[in-house]
């Protein structure tokens, strides 16, 4: 680096690009950050709020969607709800205000539930097998390796949906309709072919020449995939895992087909609490942002190796 | 610590042969270079010895048994690859424990034994780094660490000192002879610098395109060089090739090279006329006004003790070696000495020397 700051350099962005640079991107955040603002501010309105035009900024914050998202209600008569003695919880106080009472809690949670074992088990899944199939083409000669991997590929080509038909017809046949198992199975489908191409950049880097070191030193193939191998492949395991599960999180067209009750994931779960008892704005917005926070929290860990998988490892260690 | 023995070991990739043919036998406790040009099969010969790659046909044996199609895990080897491959998920004592985790050895030997290498090695006082942070040297250390800390059959190295810069180079060659001295282990390094397989081997072994022209002591291959490959590659500057055409008969004692009478070591085979060299070393040549072969000064390089001084011989540059206090001028015509003794003829059509009372004392003795 010179000391003289006259002349500009050829590599480095001049301070002026890299304010607009800085613009730019800072702009871009926000403008796709308010439409996720705007949903966690209703959730804490309450209904009247959530209508009122021209729409509120500033508002009384109340819990009621929340309580509205986690419970079913009736409507009771002002009579029967004094005879009921003192409020147990503050939701209790919320719905009676509004002349109902806690019949029970709604389905939201299992719900919920069930998204999380759907999208966590079917990541897990397509990792897994993404990994010991990405290692396969990466380290031998595997006949008509580039026809299998563009036919991995080719899978995604065609929207899912075109295949949603089919795929529901068979699961009937196969009693896997409305199942966690069947959901699991289809998201990892899915998602293999993007692990598979993924992992396979990512193991492509790593020297064969540690695997052949353990190998030499007494260890076997499979040793040696899970003791040196597997440690270095872990950037590209995180990266892969998010795009997965991010997949398995949002997906909404095949849950709304094939899920309808048992096993049946938040994405078309959350549309239906609008109709429980008028336009329910604020429980879907609370459905909506304690849906967001998982994927959030899991992407901020793994932020770092996410970026890395974007750049397919051109940011070397 | 055992034999290495190479029979007919070829390896095809697909069409293209890697590896011809080799033959060698690396006695117990020697130390083999493989030395050769990039690309000359090298690596693939240490690799099939190691267990990495099959060969085509052929044989190994270590220490008399025949391991051809055994896993690499089971032929008790050690290698030390060029780029070190060390575990960048481990730290240094991790790294130098690892192959004896594989061998379940117990704990407490474990730490003993991976301590009482670090000593040897100099590297104890960095067991605990992790070896990403590590300088070139201190990897190469603990890439032998790993190595010597299972006391295996044999040490397979492919080109080690390759990454390291030329004055630690030097270091570790005597390091490494050093090592190899107090431990004694079969040894096979491969490398494309002559002046480390001199410095280093028991044997060299010098590959070209798959083919291992010539073993034998680096004295041997120095002195007498089996091919005028050999001859070209050790050495530096390399032997001079004086190109003649005649026919050789069985006793002769000299030669005809542009109408000047040399004096040869004793021919012992009759040769119809083709194209021959005469093989000379810099070293062997010296300036002399009453010798007939001469040449004009070409240039000169200075090299403090003694200076290289190129001549034009009509046919192209003779390099000789003399002292550095000789004075010539450029262009200056100068008459040359050969030490006949020392000389070598090959035969150019096939590239191999002519036998002679030179080579010949070689064989028998
Ligand atoms: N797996 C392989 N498939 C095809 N060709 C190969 C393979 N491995 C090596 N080769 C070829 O075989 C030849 C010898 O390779 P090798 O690595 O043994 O050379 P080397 O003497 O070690 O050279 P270097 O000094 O460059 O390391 C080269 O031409 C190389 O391209
Ligand atoms: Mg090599």
């Given at each position: ?23 730019i ?83 939201y ?154 096993a049946?994931?938040?994405?078309p ?13 604020p ?35 | ?67 051809t ?14 780029l ?37 090695l ?24 790993r190595?010597i ?5 044999c ?71 089996a ?107 100068v ?28 064989h028998?003795?």
């Amino acid at each position: 680096m010179s000391s003289v700051n006259t002349a500009h350099s050829v590599v480095e962005p001049s301070r002026t690009s890299k304010r607009i640079a800085a613009t730019i991107v800072i702009a871009y955040a926000v403008i796709t950050m308010i439409p996720l603002v705007w949903i966690v501010l209703t959730s804490f309105k309450s209904p009247p709020d959530s209508i009122s035009y021209p729409p509120k900024i500033v508002f009384q914050p109340t819990l009621e969607g929340y309580c509205n998202l986690f419970t079913t209600r009736t409507r009771q008569t002002p009579e029967y709800i004094t005879s009921l003695g003192a409020p147990t919880s503050t939701c209790d106080e919320i719905t009676r205000s509004r002349n109902m009472v806690i019949a029970g809690p709604s389905n939201y949670w299992p719900r919920f539930q069930n998204s999380l074992v759907i999208a966590f088990g079917s990541t897990f899944l397509a990792v897994s097998l993404g990994t010991l199939a990405a290692y396969g083409f990466s380290r031998f000669k595997v006949p008509l390796a580039e026809d299998l991997l563009f036919f991995i590929l080719s899978t995604r080509m065609m929207p899912p949906i075109a295949v949603a038909i089919p795929i529901y017809l068979m699961y009937r046949q196969l009693g896997l309709s409305d199942t966690a198992l069947g959901m699991i199975l289809l998201y990892t489908a899915v998602n293999v072919s993007l692990a598979v191409w993924l992992l396979k950049g990512f193991i492509d880097e790593i020297p064969r020449e540690y695997e052949e070191a353990a190998m030499i030193d007494g260890y076997t193939r499979m040793q040696a995939f899970f003791k040196v191998v597997l440690p270095q492949a872990t950037t590209g395991i995180a990266a892969t895992a998010i795009f997965c599960l991010i997949f398995a999180w949002n997906e909404y067209a095949f849950a709304v087909l094939l899920t309808s009750g048992a096993a049946q994931t938040a994405p078309p779960f959350i549309p239906t609490i609008i109709g429980e008892g008028g336009q329910d704005w604020p429980a879907v917005a609370a459905g909506t942002t304690i849906f967001v926070v998982p994927i959030l929290v899991f992407t901020i860990l793994l932020r770092k190796q996410l970026l890395r998988g974007i750049t397919f490892g051109a940011v070397r260690k | 610590m055992a034999e290495i023995r190479i029979e007919n070991l070829r390896k095809e990739f697909g069409a293209f042969s890697a590896v011809e043919d080799s033959s060698f036998v690396v006695r117990d406790g020697e130390f083999l270079a493989l030395l050769g040009p990039s690309g000359c099969g090298k690596t693939t010969t240490l690799r099939m010895i190691a267990g990495l790659e099959l060969p085509t046909s052929g044989k190994i044996f270590l220490g008399g048994e025949d391991v051809t199609f055994n896993r690499a895990r089971e032929r008790d080897i050690a290698f030390v690859f060029q780029l070190f491959a060390l575990y960048p998920h481990m730290n240094v004592r991790k790294n130098i424990a690892f192959p004896l985790l594989a061998q379940g050895v117990a704990k407490a030997e474990i730490r003993a034994r991976v301590e009482e290498t670090a000593k040897l090695l100099q590297i104890d006082h960095i067991l605990d780094r992790s070896v990403s942070g590590l300088a070139g040297g201190d990897r190469q250390r603990v890439a032998l660490g790993r190595a010597i800390v299972r006391r295996p059959k044999c040490f397979l190295m492919d080109e080690p000192l390759g990454t390291l810069d030329a004055e630690f180079r030097d270091l570790m060659v005597r390091e490494l002879r050093e090592l190899h001295n107090r431990i004694r282990a079969t040894t096979v390094y491969v490398t494309h610098d002559q002046l480390e397989a001199m410095a280093m081997a028991d044997k060299i072994a010098v590959m070209n395109h798959g083919i291992i022209e010539q073993f034998g002591t680096p004295q041997e291959i120095y002195n007498r060089p089996a091919t005028m490959y050999v001859a070209d590659f050790i050495g530096s500057p390399p032997m001079n090739f004086l190109r003649f055409t005649a026919g050789l008969q069985k006793g002769a004692r000299s030669v005809v090279v542009d109408g000047v009478d040399i004096s040869v070591p004793e021919i012992h085979l009759d040769l119809a006329e083709s194209e021959f060299a005469l093989g000379v070393r810099p070293e062997d040549i010296s300036f002399s006004d009453v010798s007939p072969l001469r040449g004009a000064v070409f240039g000169s390089e200075y090299h403090g003790t003694n200076q290289i001084v190129a001549v034009e011989m009509g046919k192209g540059l003779v390099k000789a070696r003399v002292p550095a206090d000789q004075n010539f001028r450029i262009g200056e015509t100068v008459g040359l000495e050969l030490n006949y003794d020392r000389l070598s003829l090959f035969d150019c059509t096939s590239g191999r020397a002519v036998p002679s009372s030179r080579y010949a004392e070689h064989h028998h003795g």
